[in-house]
C-alpha cells in the first residue's frame, strides 16, 4: 500500500458501449487534471486545527484515549461536547459546504425465521419505516457536484454522517447536525455541514466501510483503482492498481468480516481478490465468471466461502471460491448455480443474515431468493423466488437503480422512478412503505443506503444531491 498522490487516469481509447451505464459515465466525465497533492482537498477550509471538517470524529484529544479510539465511530457521539474523549464534538455551524416468467410465486415466500424472530417488535419496526420523513432545516442538500453513483453511511450510533461518490470521481460528506429541530430556521450565511474531496479521477463506482476498522472508507473506481480514506490522518491509501492488460472499470466492491481482502468486479466479467496487506499491484487472484460485465459481487456475510455475483449476460450466480485457488490459470470455472433472467442484471445482493438474495433485472422485476441454506453442502438449485415486478428503466441520465438490504432488518429498498423510494419486506415480498416528497424531491432518488444501526436512510440523485428519511 501508499499513500495516495493524484495523477492523472490512465484512461482506455475503446469505453464499453453495450451498456448505458458507460454512456452516462462517458458523456459527463471531467477532462481536467487532478490537483496533485497527497492531502485530503476541501473546497473550504476554514482551520487548520485537527478537529477541522470530519475529522473530529475520529481523532482522539488525549493519547490515553487509545483503548476506545479504534472503535470511535462506531461508540456514542455524546450531545454533550466535554465529557468524554472518543465523543465527537458537535459540527461547527461555520462549516461550508461545496457547493423465467412474470408470475409471482408465494409457494415459497416465507423465510423461515422472518416471522418467528422477535415477532413483538415487528410492527413497531413497521412503523417506524412507514413513518420515515424528510426533515429538518435543509431536507435536501448538494453534496456532489457530479450525478451520484453510490452512497454509504457510517455506523455511529449517534451520528449522521452519509458520504456520497460522483461520476467525476469525488468524494462528498453530509455531517447532519440533528441538534437543529425541525423548525430551525438558518441564518442567511448559514449552510450545512459539507466536506467534499477529490478521491479519483473518474466515476467513483463503488464504497464500503471495512468491517474492522470504520475510519477506513474503500472506493473504487473506473480509473482502475481500489483506495481507502482513512479519516482520521485525512489521507487517501491506494490499495490496488490494475495492471495495464486488464479492464480499468472496477466497480462493485465487497469487503470479507475480517476486513483484510476485498472482492472488485470489472467489465470483462472477471472479480479479483485482493489481500490488502499486500502491496498495491499484487493481488490473490482475477477470475473470469461471466461472458460480460460484472455489475456486482457480493460475499456472503455468514458464509463467507460463497459469493453472488451479476451481470451484463443475464446470469446471477453462486459460486464457491474455495475451489478458485485450486484451478489453472485459464481454466474455466464452473459455479455452484445459476439463474437466469430476461435481461442484464444490475445488481445481486445478499441479506445481512446471508439466507436470502435480492437481485434487480431490466426486466423490471426485483426478485427474492428465499429458503435455501447456504451452509448445505451442495447447491443444486436456487429455489424459485418472489417476483416483484418493478419499472427498473433507470435511462442515460438515472443512476442504474439497485435493492440494498437494510443491515439489520427484514426488508430492502429500491428507487422509484416516481421521484419515490419504495420498501419491500423479504418474506413475502410485500410493499411496506413508498416513500416520497413532491415538495422537495425534484428527480429520481436512484441511490440509495441505510443507516446500520438506525432505522435511517440516505438518497442521492442525478442532481448531487441527497435527502435523509428519518
Request: aromatic share 8%.
Amino acid at each position: 500500500m501508499s499513500i495516495y498522490v493524484p495523477e492523472k487516469a490512465r484512461v482506455k481509447d475503446a469505453e464499453d458501449e453495450s451498456d448505458h451505464e458507460e454512456q452516462q459515465q462517458s458523456s459527463t466525465v471531467k477532462t481536467e487534471d487532478q490537483p496533485e497533492d497527497n492531502e485530503v482537498k476541501k473546497e473550504e477550509e476554514n482551520d487548520d486545527s485537527p478537529t477541522t471538517g470530519i475529522r473530529k470524529y475520529f481523532k482522539p484529544k488525549r493519547a490515553a484515549a487509545t483503548a476506545s479510539t479504534s472503535t470511535s465511530a462506531s461508540a456514542s457521539t455524546s450531545t454533550s461536547t466535554s465529557t468524554s474523549t472518543s465523543t465527537a464534538t458537535k459540527p461547527s455551524t461555520a462549516a461550508k459546504p461545496s457547493s423465467s416468467s412474470a408470475s409471482k410465486d408465494t409457494s415459497k415466500a416465507s423465510h423461515p425465521t422472518a416471522s418467528t424472530s422477535k415477532p413483538d417488535k415487528e410492527p413497531s419496526l413497521r412503523r417506524k419505516v412507514q413513518a420515515l420523513k424528510i426533515k429538518g432545516p435543509w431536507p435536501t442538500v448538494k453534496v456532489c457536484q457530479g450525478r451520484i453513483y453510490c452512497m454509504a453511511i457510517h455506523e455511529n450510533r449517534d451520528k449522521i454522517l452519509v458520504c456520497g461518490g460522483d461520476i467525476d470521481g469525488n468524494l462528498g460528506f453530509w455531517d447532519l447536525d440533528e441538534s437543529k429541530g425541525d423548525d430551525y430556521e438558518p441564518e442567511e450565511d448559514e449552510e450545512p455541514n459539507i466536506y467534499s474531496y477529490t478521491a479519483h479521477t473518474r466515476t467513483l463506482s463503488s464504497m464500503q466501510y471495512s468491517p474492522t476498522d470504520p475510519t477506513k472508507l474503500f472506493t473504487t473506481s473506473y480509473d482502475g483503482s481500489v483506495r481507502y480514506l482513512d479519516l482520521g490522518k485525512q489521507q487517501f491509501v491506494e490499495s490496488y492498481v490494475v495492471s495495464p492488460d486488464v479492464s480499468d472499470h472496477l466497480g462493485s466492491i465487497s469487503i470479507d468480516s475480517k476486513g483484510q481482502q476485498l472482492w472488485v468486479a470489472d467489465n470483462d466479467g472477471a472479480v479479483t481478490l485482493k489481500d490488502i496487506r499486500t502491496p498495491k499491484d499484487k493481488m490473490v487472484y482475477r477470475k473470469l465468471l461471466h461472458e460480460k460485465k460484472v455489475g456486482c459481487v457480493n460475499v456472503n456475510p455468514k458464509y463467507e466461502h460463497l459469493i453472488v455475483t451479476s451481470s451484463l449476460d443475464r446470469t446471477m450466480k453462486i459460486w464457491d471460491v474455495r475451489t478458485f485457488g485450486k484451478s489453472k490459470k485459464d481454466e474455466a470455472l464452473a459455479e455452484i448455480a445459476e439463474f437466469t433472467h430476461r435481461l442484464s442484471v444490475t445488481s445481486a445482493m445478499w441479506s445481512p443474515d446471508g439466507a436470502s438474495i435480492a437481485s434487480t433485472s431490466y426486466d423490471d422485476y426485483v426478485r427474492i431468493f428465499n429458503n435455501f441454506d447456504p451452509a448445505l453442502p451442495d447447491i443444486q438449485e436456487i429455489p424459485e423466488p418472489v417476483r416483484i415486478p418493478h419499472n427498473n428503466q433507470s435511462g442515460r441520465w438515472v443512476t442504474m437503480l439497485r435493492a440494498v438490504w437494510a443491515h439489520q432488518f427484514n426488508w430492502f429498498s429500491i428507487g422509484n422512478m416516481g421521484k419515490a423510494v419504495d420498501i419491500y419486506s423479504r418474506g413475502t415480498g410485500d410493499l411496506m412503505a413508498t416513500l416520497s416528497d413532491r415538495h422537495v424531491l425534484t428527480t429520481v432518488p436512484a441511490v440509495n443506503a441505510w443507516h446500520p444501526n438506525r432505522v435511517v436512510l440516505a438518497s442521492g440523485m442525478a442532481n448531487g444531491k441527497m435527502v435523509i428519511w428519518r
